[in-house]
């Protein structure tokens, strides 16, 4: 991910890579950044956060929530706006980030990818129109490689579909189903996660009546669609000073 960034950033025409950032143990620490790419940023990578934040008006960060609280905290000191694509935080780590944005602006989303906000967008509507008469199902498949599940866009899936049907997610929703469950409880939400393979990130949310189906799917082939969501979201915080953000707020689908 950190790679699809610098390329995007280096072809986009309008954003410039101040640093860049990886674990003391990389060995990529020293290099140019854009290195692998066949040029010469003169940016070269460090572990050292003040040192690669100096230069920087926002810092992109896809990493783990211990690594981003941990970034949020020098954003803060030295006033570096924040887009933060990182998943599986705390209840208390969100409330952190919230404290952080009343002193850096802040986009933070589960997913970067404009066409998984859209279909976010879609399945609050559809959620709406089918509110009676239909179970609702969130499926997700990831590579064998993710170690949080269910997804971070699963999860705000979730919580849009819950929010439009005027219920609370962690009242609601069922993420596991073994040996005899009884009837299915028409008020939740359920969830199923695949892993395996190299599967970048597939999501489908069903919606099942009677003598009917709705499935509204999005399906990533490559990572490039969240570093391209990313950079429209270090655009969205150019001039601002603090605030806490979606991508809902960045793509203007409020």
Known sequence: ???????????????????????????????D?????????GVPVTADLAEGLKNAQVLIDFTRPEGTMAHLAVCRKLGVGLVIGT???TEAQKAEIAAASRDIAIVMAPN????VNVTLKLLDMAAR????????????????????APSGTALRMGEVLAEALGRDLKDCAVYAREGVT???????????????GDIVGDHTVLF?????????????SSRVNYAQGSLRAARFLAGR?????????VLGLR
């Open 112 to 115: 970067m990818s404009v066409g």
């Open 182 to 196: 009884g009837e299915r409880d028409p008020s939740t939400i359920g969830f199923s996660a695949i892993r395996g």
């Open 129 to 148: 129109a089918l509110s009676t008469g239909y179970d609702i199902e969130v499926i997700e498949a990831h590579h064998r490689h993710k170690v949080d």
């Open 208 to 220: 099942a009546g009677t003598g009917e189906r709705i499935e509204i799917t999005h399906k990533s």
């Open 241 to 249: 000073k603090s605030g806490l953000f979606d991508m809902f707020d």
């Open 33 to 41: 950044a854009t290195a692998f790419l066949g040029h010469a940023s």
């Open 1 to 31: 991910m950190g790679r699809m960034l610098v390329e995007a950033v280096r072809a986009s025409g309008d954003c410039v890579i101040a640093g860049a950032l990886d674990v003391p143990a990389s060995p990529a620490i020293g290099s």
């Open 87 to 89: 998943t599986g935080f």
